[in-house]
């Protein structure tokens, strides 16, 4: 069983920054490939950012993008989101979620078969 808890979240003042931190148990991380998600009150995940097993490929949500940064350390089992000039919008829970049988870039929440419990982020203006 793969285990995945956030840490790093709070509140923040518009234009400042987060580190988003995800441990995953287990001996076999770096046969994951890992996601950020967000979700915000009364609104659908959202998908956030990607990365592939060996950190070659990343891609981001329009909306992040050229902010925000994943990033992962397959020899600690860590995922990173490094989030830059936030913006009110940018308040929910984020989440980190895992999977092992994926190819290619994975946007989908569905496509993700294990999830952290989210970690809060709040931007005041």
């Known amino acids: 069983q793969v285990q995945l808890v956030e840490s790093g979240g709070g509140l923040v003042q518009a234009g400042g920054s987060l580190r988003l931190s995800c441990a995953v148990s287990g001996r076999t991380f770096s046969s994951y490939v890992m996601g950020w998600f967000r979700q915000a009150p009364g609104k659908e995940r959202e998908f956030v950012a990607f990365?592939?097993?060996?950190?070659?490929?990343?891609y981001y949500a329009d909306s992040v993008k050229g902010r925000f940064t994943i990033s992962r350390d397959n020899a600690k089992n860590m995922v990173y989101l490094q989030m830059n000039s936030l913006k009110p919008e940018d308040t929910a829970v984020y989440c980190c979620?895992?999977?092992?049988?994926?190819?290619?870039?994975?946007?989908?929440?569905?496509?993700?078969?294990?999830w952290g419990q989210g970690t809060q982020v709040t931007v005041s203006s």
């Open positions: 990365i592939s097993r060996s950190s070659g490929v990343t």
């Open positions: 979620a895992a999977d092992r049988s994926q190819t290619g870039i994975v946007i989908t929440p569905a496509q993700y078969d294990y």
